[in-house]
């Protein structure tokens, strides 16, 4: 063992006790309801709500499963609740990408014997050498011959890695480009992948078109360039990971059937040389886990077609305002009903910071006033995973709907 080894295997002994515990609580069991109408008509809730719909969790993770030609990795950051973990590995999904020690820990804990995969391209030392020497995880990501190094020198050179280089791809077509902050291309991706097949096991290729992708041929692009890049290299891969952005849908931003994404793969796979002797994989996160998260605000005031309610952007509302999504939504009233008549609202948060603001527009009855409720579906990823406390804000609040979302994706 020469110095340079010797001294990252004290490291790791030294190290291995500090690893830190998932910051995550057991949570304990929430209220079920067949409604946000018999929600509200029960509890008359003065904060907001997040709701959980299980068996949405899993027909979205099912049909992955049955549909995508190869392994489906669920993509942890999108929804990391031990709820969404457990349903999506009873409904047969094995593989997790992980971005953090936490995340690691958390599916270590949660899913006994899942293969996580850390397919963050930058990573800490302390991460990689406590991912790789305690959680056993052999699989990462990078983008960087300094990654490279990184990783090899905190596994001690290990000759059981699967790495996987990250290239950057065209997202043109995604509501969330992801170009910019990772991925290599050209001649550096060519010298790259030259030097990982020198010390990988496994030599994989990855690539992510960007959030909530709606048009499946970036797939196509994306695995065209790799067949390019992977001939220039002259090196043989083992695996090809086609990432994330598979959509959900939401009002005015409706994408093709998921199926079509699923072919669109499928063809290109082969008419690019991958489809046999290769391991493909997926991250899906958004379109399994967005369509069973809803959230129940409540209407604190009206100013004209302006709705100020109590949850924002600082809480489970982020991406309404930034990028701006929009949600199907619905109104809730304890005491008669609505007018038939339909307008468009903005709403404000309940911070007094001023870009609190979602612009949407939400259609709402037009004489929904303070004191009533709105169910805001769609909501399922990213949104308890980014809340905040800012202002002493704070949605904690969780309850299990039984009925099926405002939109989906799967018929439902």
């Known amino acids: 063992m020469n110095k340079q080894n010797t001294k ?3 490291l790791v002994r030294s190290q291995l006790s500090l690893i830190p515990n998932p910051a995550h609580k057991k949570s304990s069991s929430s209220p079920k309801f067949a409604s946000a109408s018999d929600l509200v008509l029960s509890m008359k809730p003065h904060q907001p709500v997040h709701c959980t719909r299980k068996h949405v969790i899993d027909v979205a993770a099912r049909w992955f499963v049955s549909a995508f030609p190869g392994k489906v990795m669920y993509a942890v950051k999108t929804n990391p609740e031990a709820t969404a973990l457990k349903t999506i590995y009873k409904a047969g999904i094995r593989d997790f990408d992980v971005a953090s020690l936490s995340e690691i820990a958390l599916v270590a804990k949660e899913c006994k014997g899942a293969t996580m995969h850390y397919m963050h391209p930058v990573k800490s030392r302390e991460s990689i050498l406590f991912a790789y020497h305690k959680y056993g995880v052999r699989s990462f990501s990078l983008d960087s011959q300094a990654e490279l190094a990184k990783i090899l020198e905190m596994t001690n050179n290990a000759k059981d890695l699967t ?14 480009s992801l170009k910019g902050k990772f991925g290599i291309a050209g001649k550096e991706a060519v010298d790259l992948l030259k030097e990982v097949r020198k010390v990988a096991r496994n030599v994989g290729i990855c690539f992510h078109v960007g959030s909530q992708c709606m048009n ?20 043989s891969v083992d ?6 952005g598979f959509p959900s849908a939401y009002p005015g931003m409706a994408p093709v059937a998921l199926q079509h994404y699923m072919d669109v793969i499928r063809s290109s796979l082969a008419e690019y040389g991958f489809d046999k002797n290769h391991a493909v994989l997926c991250e899906p996160g958004r379109a399994i886990v967005a369509e069973n998260g809803s959230l129940i605000v409540k209407v604190e005031l009206r100013k004209g077609n302006a709705l100020y309610i109590n949850d924002g952007v600082y809480g489970g509302l982020f991406d309404a305002g930034y990028p701006e999504f929009i949600y199907p939504t619905r109104a809730v009233r304890l005491e008669g009903g609505f007018s038939s008549q339909m307008e468009e609202f903005s709403f404000f948060g309940p911070t007094c910071d001023s870009i609190d603001t979602m612009k949407g527009p939400f259609m709402l009855p037009s004489d929904i006033a303070e004191g009533d409720w709105i169910e805001i579906g769609g909501l399922g990823a990213y949104s308890k995973s980014m809340r905040t406390n800012f202002n002493g804000f704070h949605a ?17």
């Open 8 to 10: 990252t295997a004290r």
């Open 163 to 176: 790495l996987y280089v990250r290239l950057a791809v065209n997202s043109e077509s995604a509501a969330l």
């Open 216 to 235: 499946p041929q970036d797939y196509r692009q994306a695995i065209a360039l790799t067949r390019t890049l992977v001939d220039a290299a002259g090196v």
């Open 239 to 244: 695996n090809i990971d086609v990432g994330g």
């Open 396 to 412: 904690s609040k969780q309850a299990d709907l039984l009925d099926n979302p405002m939109l989906s994706m799967y018929g439902l």
